[in-house]
C-alpha cells in the first residue's frame, strides 16, 4: 500500500492511499456490481438498452451503405469511450451511499459538481476513438489499396488478412495497445472525477500509478471486460442489456477498492 498526493493548488493536498489486491479481486467487483444491478435494475437496463439500440443502429446504418466492414471497427472503438458513458452509473452508485447522510446530493447534481473535469475526460477519449477510426481506415488502405472497400468487397478483405497475418498481428497489436493505455488513464480517473472535485489530469496520474502497482489484478480486470463485451457484440448487442450495467457498476467498487482518500 503506497501514498499518492494529488497536484494542486488546493490546500491541503488531498492525499490517497492505494491499495495492493489479489489477482482474483475483480471477481469480487464483478460480483458487487451484480448486486447493485439487481438492486436498480431499471436504471441500468436504460443505459443497457441505449447502448443496444446505438450498436444495432449502427450496424444496420452501415449495412446500407456498404460499409458493415466496420462494424469490428467500430466495437473496438466503443470499448474506448465506454467509461464515459457510464458515468451515470457511477453518479448513482454515490448518491446511494449517501441516501442515508442529513443532505444527500441528487445524481444530477453529483454530475453537475464536476462537470468540467468529466467533459475534458470525454473529450480526450472522443480525440482516441476517431484516431482510433482514421488509423484502422488508413492500415486497411494500404491493405485493400482503397479508403472505403464495398460490402462485395469485404469476403476478398478477409480472404486477404489470412494470407497477411503480419498485418493482422500488427493490427491487432497497435488497438491493444491503445486499448490498454486508455484502459489504465480510465479506469479510475472517470469514477474518481465522479466522485472528487479533482481535474482532468491528476485523476489521470491517479489511475495510472493505481494500476501500475497492480498489473496482475488490472490485466485481469481489463481482459474480463473485454471478454464480456465481447459477448455483448455476438449476442447482436442483447448481451450489453444486462453487460454494460453490471460492468458500470463494477468499475465503481474497482475504484473504490483501490483507492481511499486520507482524511486531511
Known sequence: MTTYQLSTSEIPRQKYTIHSISVTRPLHWLRAGWRDFVERPVLGVIYGLLVTITGLLMTFGLNSI?????????????????PIMVVGLYADSKQRQLSNASQAEKMGRILYYNMSSISGMGIILMLVFINWVMLSNLMLAGVLHQMLPTLGGSTESLSIFYSNLPFLFVYIGL?????ALVFRICVISIPMLVDQSVDTFNAIFVSWKASGENV???T????????????GFLTLFLGLIVIIPVLGYASWHAYQDLLRPIAP
Do not use: D, E, Q
Not at 220 to 226: D, P, R, V
Open 66 to 82: 456498404g460499409m458493415l466492414y466496420l462494424v469490428p471497427v467500430l466495437c473496438a472503438g466503443f470499448l474506448l469511450i465506454a
Open 216 to 218: 496482475a489484478a488490472m
Open 175 to 179: 488497438g491493444a495497445i491503445l486499448a
Open 220 to 231: 485481469f480486470w481489463a481482459l474480463l471486460i473485454a471478454g464480456l463485451c465481447l459477448i
